[in-house]
């Protein structure tokens, strides 16, 4: 309790910084944000690493199937149920198209210049051969976590699968000290992390005050934040409800975890945070926690699947494509599928939308009217992200106690 206090307070003083609009001061605060943001970065790819494998080799793949059977069958269904809700919401609410002369404004400068490159690059045949790695240090410079957590699983699997001996052993306990040590570094980061709340609410502060999202589409910005109050306040609930457990002390535990997603903006920087919180606050068991929370983090993407729909269909609708039942439907496990292969950064969702868009021959210069506003739907759909997360792990650690 002590902790959230010093964490709330950090967000109202940050605020308040943020609303001076001294220009030295924004700069610091940016400066601040930066860093902290990049320190989570850097610690969450040997964090996703080695929690793979020291789970695996630690439990052997028998018990490690069991969890992540549990951990894909919590994420799908949460996955699908975001996205059924924000198709829900999108009918009910029923956003209008955007003006002609909105779009070709916009579109010469957003979406002609800086989206149009970006797009041609992407294909699900590239990302697919990107997973797959021809080069041990490549997935780590990059940060790749499709590759990064292949490669885990696999070391993970052949030391589960290596017979006992010196050497195993040896190699185990220098995984099991290497973690030790970035579990150690974590909480030292986490410890000094209401400065860091400070520089990142000073930061949105800033931005809301200059004006940022002040261009914000209406009935589209209600949609989506909408969807995603809905998921994290009663969806989510329910689902842990129908386990047995109490949603309000779930989520009560894990409150670090989803403010320090709401500011980040990355389910993968935030990943350090989630798992020692889960394991220490929250009391999930450490081999579930260490081994579904960085599976989470890549496949377990709520508010990225409600995003990707919503998204898909306003940009569509505004190209002049029906929005059928079927059209409807459809999209909804397009948008499941893509954001169950979505990377845990800032914005990894509007670049895959993006690329959805493009492939179908959408209008995409509309992205370019949404991106001045994509900071607060990053942030929010992220700490939903994140409570996603650490929903599925309370129940998949309920169901295997």
Not at 133 to 147: A, C, M, T
Request: glycine share 8%; hydrophobic share 55%.
């Amino acid at each position: 309790m002590k902790n959230i206090v010093l964490w709330i307070g950090a967000l109202i003083v940050g605020a308040v910084l943020g609303v001076l609009g001294i220009h030295w001061l924004d700069v610091l605060m940016e400066f601040i944000a930066t860093v902290y943001t990049r320190l989570f970065q850097l610690l969450a790819v040997p964090t996703i690493v080695l929690a793979v494998i020291t789970t695996f080799a630690t439990f052997g793949s028998k018990g490690s199937g069991r969890i992540f059977g549990r951990t894909l069958f919590y994420t799908l269904l949460t996955t699908f149920a975001a996205a059924v809700v924000g198709a829900l919401l999108y009918v009910v609410i029923a956003p209008g198209n955007l003006p002609v002369e909105t779009l070709s404004a916009e579109g010469t400068t957003e979406g002609n210049t800086s989206i149009s490159p970006l797009a041609s690059h992407l294909s699900y045949y590239d990302h697919i051969l990107s997973v797959i790695p021809n080069n041990i240090i490549k997935p780590f410079l990059e940060g790749n976590v499709l590759s990064l957590l292949l490669l885990a699983f696999a070391i993970g699997f052949g030391l589960s699968k290596m017979p006992e001996s010196e050497n195993k052993k040896v190699l185990v306990k220098g995984l099991m000290g290497l973690q030790e040590l970035l579990f150690f570094l974590i909480r030292g980061l986490i410890w000094t992390l209401p400065l860091g709340i400070v520089a990142f609410s000073a930061q949105l502060s800033a931005q809301v005050s200059a004006g940022i999202v002040a261009d914000s589409i209406g009935k589209y910005v209600l949609v989506v934040l909408g969807g995603n109050v809905i998921q994290f306040f009663i969806v989510l609930p329910l689902f842990l409800l129908s386990r047995g457990l109490n949603p309000i002390h779930v989520l009560g535990r894990m409150m670090p975890a989803v403010l320090m997603a709401l500011f980040t903006k990355s389910s993968a920087a935030t990943l350090p945070v989630t798992m020692e919180t889960a394991e220490q606050r929250l009391g999930v068991k450490s081999h579930i926690a260490r081994f579904v929370l960085p599976i989470c983090t890549t496949i377990n993407m709520n508010g990225c699947a409600a995003f990707i729909l919503i998204t898909s269909l306003f940009v569509m609708q505004n190209g002049g494509t029906p929005l059928t039942f079927d059209t409807i439907l459809l999209w909804i496990f397009i948008s499941v599928i893509s954001a169950v292969g979505n990377a845990g950064v800032p914005m990894g969702c509007f670049f895959l939308t993006l690329s959805l868009m493009s492939g179908i021959g959408a209008p995409i210069a509309i992205l370019g009217i949404i991106l001045p506003i994509y900071t607060i739907i990053d942030m929010v759909e992220t700490a939903e992200n994140v409570w996603s997360d650490s929903c599925v792990c309370a129940m998949t650690d309920h169901d295997l106690t």
